[in-house]
DNA sequence: GTAGACCGAATTGTATACAATTTGTAGAGT
DNA sequence: ACTCTACAAATTGTATACAATTCGGTCTAC
């Protein structure tokens, strides 16, 4: 159910936007199989609101890469493969790795940033010293991890669509921090890359995101076909 | 005005879609100046259809980034200012660095993507032989050429945000290109690309790519204040 | 029994009507 | 003259109504 009151501060009433946000989530936990038709009629029922704020989050959804559009056939919620999963990490290392090479050879643009990444080096040194999480909160909190290093490059543009990407790659993320608690390892790539960082060591820094982001990409990996598997099953 | 017979075929009546493309090529032409307000109504009028389409259409330039959009108040054609500039060449330059240096290692994935990169060779080299062309035109064909390597590197969501990006930098490249004929070192520069590509240079192939998008931008960044001058004195 | 035409339900595309919010302005009060 | 309030116009947000298209099924012709 959605509601105006669920709406950001400072965002007034705007069913659209978080119908938007809504249905990202719920794909993004694989609530729907993949090519599952999604019927105006059958979202204005879930979500109690008109087609005009449905159609324009779907739409919305489309650009975004979340839906496929069918002419005049609606909208389904969009298979991601192996291979397009292959792409959006690529994409991401291309985004990444320039981010992290600028903050390494110029460092964070001001003050803010400079803090953000004393946080970020405290919050991976506690994880790695013990304080467990559940999986949910640590995929949130390397994804936060990677948008901090974006922001503090400085590049608004750059975050905007690295964002974009790790939200679709959410999609499987989701599903192998679910099985594996890697948090160790993933610490200790961490605070490697921002101490390369803080070492202007530029080769350091690309090499030590370029691991960082590989071992993400080959635990997906194994994931995936059980994830296909399992949403195979739902689709049937 | 919008007429559905100007919908590209497979694509039935979908005034939305064609809205978005219309307006997408007038804010790139200047069509408006920036900041300028679009009001729901007044593009009803223009384009002679209901609201529900023009809506539709503006959230999706909302998250293309062409327009902002203002809660409860309508949308504005968002204003790049050069910092912005600066941040999609920087991106463009992340996605094509990788995607060039892609193609250059393993070369292009399939045969039909070998035959463009032919085409690409004949094209630019018949310009640097003299066949000259209008300025709208050679634009045309600098996008085309690095978004037909882009797609021969085998990556489509790649070349999905390089497109994007490639989309709203056109704002300012149609006033560069329209102000100085830079064919002759643009074809020098796109055919040692190419020539390096075959050459499987990697490291060729990427200062090369380099070289081009730095001239681009530097050529763009000249342009650009007379541009924002020009623009503020429509706006008052 | 099969192919093809035709009809109707379901769904999307478009237009309009109504509600809520914002903003500018006129007017009263100080 | 200045500020604050209240109201009206304009504009966006949402809901509903109508038109056009698609798709499945049935019925007929062969």
Not at 11 to 31: D, G, R, Y
Not at 52 to 57: I, K
Not at 150 to 178: Q, V, Y
């Amino acid at each position: 159910m959605i509601r105006n009151d669920q709406i950001v501060e400072g965002e007034p009433s705007n069913l659209s936007a978080s119908i938007v946000a809504t249905l990202k989530e719920q794909i993004i936990h694989w609530h729907y199989p993949p090519e599952h038709r999604l019927t105006e009629v059958e979202l204005c029922k879930t979500f109690n609101v008109s087609r005009s704020p449905v159609r324009e989050a779907l739409r919305v959804l489309a650009t975004d890469g979340f839906v496929k559009k069918l002419p005049n056939r609606g909208y389904v919620v969009r298979q991601h493969n192996i291979h397009e999963i292959e792409e959006l990490y690529e994409v991401r290392v291309a985004l990444e790795l320039y981010a992290v090479e600028c903050l390494a050879r110029r460092g964070p643009l001001n003050e803010n940033d400079k803090e953000d990444l004393v946080k970020l080096k405290r919050t991976w040194t506690d994880l790695l010293n013990g304080s467990s999480k559940k999986a949910e909160e640590l995929a949130r909190l390397d994804t936060q991890f990677h948008e901090t290093l974006a922001h503090a490059a400085g590049n608004k543009t750059l975050l905007r669509h690295l964002r974009t990407i790790n939200e679709r790659l959410m999609l499987f993320r989701m599903i192998d921090f679910d099985k594996v608690d890697r948090a160790k390892s993933t610490c200790h790539q961490h605070l490697k890359i921002l101490k390369c960082i803080t070492a202007k060591d530029t080769p350091g820094a690309r090499a030590a995101m370029q691991q960082n982001i590989d071992e993400g990409r080959n635990n997906v990996h194994t994931a995936i076909k059980d994830a296909l598997a399992r949403a195979y099953s739902m689709k049937t």
